[in-house]
Every structure is written in C-alpha cells, then in structure tokens.
C-alpha cells in the first residue's frame, strides 16, 4: 500500500494490479485495472442552491399549518423582480404535495429544493439566478379526495377528447389538482406588498379586536394569518380593492426569498 499527498489530497494505491482509489480535486475516481470495470468522478464538489438558513422557523411554520396530520404542497418560483441584470421568465417549478410529515420530516422536504445551480431553469432553458428563487407552501390543508376526483375527471375528459399529450404531465396534473383542492379554510391571509402598508392594516386590525395568528416578513412586505373565522369578511370589504386577500400561498419562513430571509416577526 502506498499512501501520497497530492494537493493536500490523499491518494491510496494497492500495488497489485488490481485497486486504485484517488482523490483529485474533490472527484474520487475508483479504478479496477483487470479491464472489466472502471469508475470515474462518482463524486463532484459544486455550488448548490442555499434555500434554508433556519430550521426552527420552518418547523415553526410546521406545526402552525399542521403539518403533522395533513396534506399540503410545496413548489417554487423564480421571479424576475428579485434579479433585473439577468433576463428570464417568471417560471413555477418543482411542485411537490406532502402529507403527515414530522416537523423534521418537513425540514428534509424543504431542504431538497436545495439542488446545484443551474437545475432551475425557465421555458426557455435560461437558468434561474441563485438569488430569484422563493419556495412557497399552502396555509390551508389540501383535500385528497377532492384530488382525485378533480384529476380522475380531468383524465377522462382527456382520453375522450382523445389528447395524446396527457400521459406527459401525469405528475404535474396530479399537482396542480392537489394545488386547487383546498380542504377546511384554517387561515386567511392578507399579504401586503409593500411594508408602509403594515401600520394601516394593523390599527384597522386593533381597531376591530382582530388578532393575526402569524406575522410573516417576505422580502418586500409581509403576510398576516388570520383566523378564518374572526371577522375576517370586515377585512375584504377594507382591504380586498388594495391587498390580496383569501387562501394564498406562504414563503416559507426559515428560508431564502430572493436572498431575504424570510422570518417570523413580532408586531406590536
């Protein structure tokens, strides 16, 4: 056995004929020299998405949007706003529905959007800025039968209209009638675009005894989770002309939206 430092990097070679494992600039090659078997870069060291930087905020956000028992989706958008120097289109990707997961469970589920750049691409195969991606989940639980029948429809439509493309999304059409089945409304949220919005919404919100469940900072204002079932029909009529208001889809706090952390944050 013959151990050498190359670069810093350790090389381990069996004299006989027969193994040589090497290291070279991060790429493990691993070669079987009786010419039956040769295997190259198994490994390679490069650049990932950074999408989490605090797991306690997403299990926090977790356990708030109950997680642990119920079914909900996950998927990710690039947006030109968050990036002008590069010219790409708005692009929804990678959706994913998620059902009774642990907290931890949902941390892992979020972390494997983080993929080596260059994998999130538009329609157009231009690769999506690090900083221009935001990851999004549902607030309200997903119903999945309503799923299915919703798909199952759709399928059947489909065969009879005789579209040969339909097999070709099968899992993107499953998704988006996960995404479209809404189940019990826990939550209705208020998010604001612009932060010097925040005082008007919350002096109404005090005004008429309406406490958010959650404040959420996103990278340009904030989304405010509110209770369904308090009054929250005073709010659409204040604020439905200016803000959008109803079932939406969160930024996921404990990640990275368009390179601001996206947070928990409390509000007097």
Do not use: W
């Not at 070279?24 to 039956?36: P, R």
């Not at 919404?201 to 958010?212: A, D, G, R, S």
């Amino acid at each position: 056995m013959e151990n050498t430092v190359n670069n810093g990097v350790v090389e381990n070679t069996v004299n006989n004929g027969v193994v040589e494992n090497t290291a070279n600039n991060g790429v493990v090659e691993h070669t079987v020299n009786n010419g039956v078997v040769e295997d190259h870069k198994l490994f390679r060291l490069g650049e990932i998405h950074n999408i989490v930087y605090d797991e306690e905020q997403i299990k926090r956000f977790a356990e708030l949007i109950g997680i642990n028992y119920e079914t909900h989706h996950l998927h990710i958008i690039a947006r030109p706003k968050y990036n002008k120097t590069i010219k790409f289109k708005t692009h929804y990707m990678s959706p994913r529905t998620i059902h009774a997961l642990t907290n931890e469970q949902f941390v892992e589920a979020v972390k494997r959007y983080e993929m080596p750049v260059g994998y999130y691409k538009d329609s157009d195969n231009v690769v999506c800025p690090v900083n221009s991606l935001v990851l999004y989940c549902t607030t309200n639980p997903r119903c999945n039968k309503k799923a299915v029948r919703k798909f199952m429809h759709e399928m059947l439509d489909s065969l009879i209209a005789n579209e040969r493309s339909f097999g070709n999304s099968l899992n993107g059409r499953l998704n988006s009638c996960v995404m479209a089945s809404k189940d019990k409304t826990r939550f209705i949220t208020v998010d604001i675009d612009d932060k010097k919005d925040l005082k008007e919404v919350l002096e109404f919100l005090k005004e008429n005894n309406i406490t958010p469940v959650a404040n959420i900072e996103t990278r340009g204002g904030y989304h405010l989770l509110l209770n369904a079932n308090n009054r929250v029909e005073l709010v659409f009529e204040k604020f439905g002309k200016k803000h959008t208001i109803g079932d939406i889809s969160c930024p996921v706090p404990g990640t990275y939206q368009g390179g601001f952390p996206v947070r928990f944050v409390s509000i007097e």
